[in-house]
Every structure is written in C-alpha cells, then in structure tokens.
C-alpha cells in the first residue's frame, strides 16, 4: 500500500526556517518525481515545487523561489521542503504527492495527509 | 507561466443533477489535465487525468472531456459523497504545474 506521511509543520515566527519531511512507502520511491502543493486556510491548492527522481531537476512557483528548496534522499524513501525567510502567506496545509505518468499527462495519484505551517508572531 | 481559470467558482445542486465544471488555460496545454476532488479536511483525490482518463476506483459517473484551452468535468447523476470541492491542474512543458481557483460543489 501506498503511503505518503508528512510531518515537521508547527508554529513558526516571520522571518523564521522550517524543515518538512515526507515518508514515503508502498512503492519505488525513486522511479517517481514527487512535489509539494500547499493550502492556505480555506483556499485553494497552490502548486510549490517538484523534484525528478534523481533530484537532478527542481523547479518552483515564483512566490517561493529562492526562498524554499525541495530535495529528497532516495535511500531513506524520503522528501523535504526547507523554507527559509518565512511570510505569514506561507501559512498552510502542505501536502506531499506522487507523481505518475500515463496517457502523456503527468499527475498526482497519492497524497499524503499535509502538515500545517503557520507562520505568526 | 499557464494560467488556469475554473467556472463557477461554486454551485448548488441536487442529488440526481447533471453537473458540469468548466476550466480554461491560458494557453494550450494539448490533454495535459487533470481533475481532483477534494473534500473538508481531506487531501485531494485524483478524479480525471489526461483530460479524460479515469483512474481505477473512480466511478463512471465521473467524465472529463476537451484539449487545447477548454475542458470539462461532468458528474452525470450526483451522489451524496460527491459534494466536495473540485480542482482542475495543468501539466504541460515546464513547470510550475498550477491549479485552477476551484468548484465548490453544495447541497441545494
């Protein structure tokens, strides 16, 4: 069974650095690329950052370039998100998910359960 | 970057109703779409990939269609369990991979 368990959210001050982690099982881990997406409260998903199953590409949304860094450590079946320099818009839900390929699309069939940012004084 | 635009942003219906989801790109994105549902305190769920695609699991009732700009997802007989919110997502060229605002779907 596939399963995708994130933790590492909490309170943190602006300004401020977290670390995310995503455990991954149930599956290759390193045949899959595997991204971010994050949820502000009650809005809508926001699409983060994605990593090729080497790690050898990266990309971002803009609002967090620079900011952010997505790796993973393929030996230990796991996925980060380090965020730096935390806004309070960077307050979510952040959710880890698998990347699949089929019929030429790429898509997003496991979820993990999220963990939540919140970035206050 | 791809724009994705949803309409409505919400709707009211009944069970047994006929309900369709439009969502527009910015620019074509050939079939590279995907639907997902997502329902309170949840994570999302995949519905739809490659414009028209159903994952296994997902019941026939569910339906996508379009290519290019335009595409649509329709729930043909409303269920219960099927009030939820609905995201439609772009995976075309280089990312980032965006997601379009949402439908939320409510009891009449």
């Known amino acids: 069974e596939v399963q995708l368990v994130e933790s590492g959210g909490g309170l943190v001050q602006p300004g401020g650095s977290l670390r995310l982690s995503c455990a991954a099982s149930?599956?290759?881990?390193?045949?899959?690329?595997m991204i971010w997406v994050r949820q502000a409260p009650g809005k809508g998903l926001e699409w983060v950052a994605n990593?090729?199953?080497?790690?050898?590409?990266?990309?971002?949304v803009d609002s967090v370039k620079g900011r952010f860094t997505i790796s993973r450590d393929n030996a230990q079946n796991s996925l980060y998100l380090q965020m730096n320099s935390l806004r309070a818009e960077d307050t979510a839900m952040y959710y880890c998910?698998?990347?699949?390929f089929g019929s030429g699309s790429h898509h997003y069939d496991y979820w993990g359960q999220g963990t939540l940012v919140t970035v206050s004084s | 970057d791809i724009q994705m635009t949803q309409s409505p942003s919400s709707l009211s219906a009944s069970v047994g109703d006929r309900v369709s989801i439009t969502c527009r790109a910015s620019?074509?994105?050939?079939?590279?779409l995907n639907w997902y549902q997502q329902k309170p305190g949840k994570a999302p769920k995949l519905l739809i990939y490659?414009?028209?695609s159903l994952p296994s699991g997902v019941p026939s009732r569910f339906s996508g269609s379009g290519s290019g700009t335009d595409f649509t997802l329709t729930i043909s007989s409303l269920h219960p369990e099927d009030f939820a919110s609905y995201y439609c997502?772009?995976?075309?060229?280089?990312?980032?991979?965006?997601f379009g605002g949402g439908t939320k779907v409510e009891i009449k």
């Open positions: 997502q772009q995976s075309y060229g280089t990312p980032p991979r965006t």
């Open positions: 620019q074509s994105i050939s079939s590279n």
């Open positions: 149930g599956f290759t881990f390193s045949s899959h690329w």
């Open positions: 490659a414009a028209s």
């Open positions: 998910a698998r990347a699949n």
């Open positions: 990593i090729k199953e080497d790690g050898g590409e990266k990309y971002y």
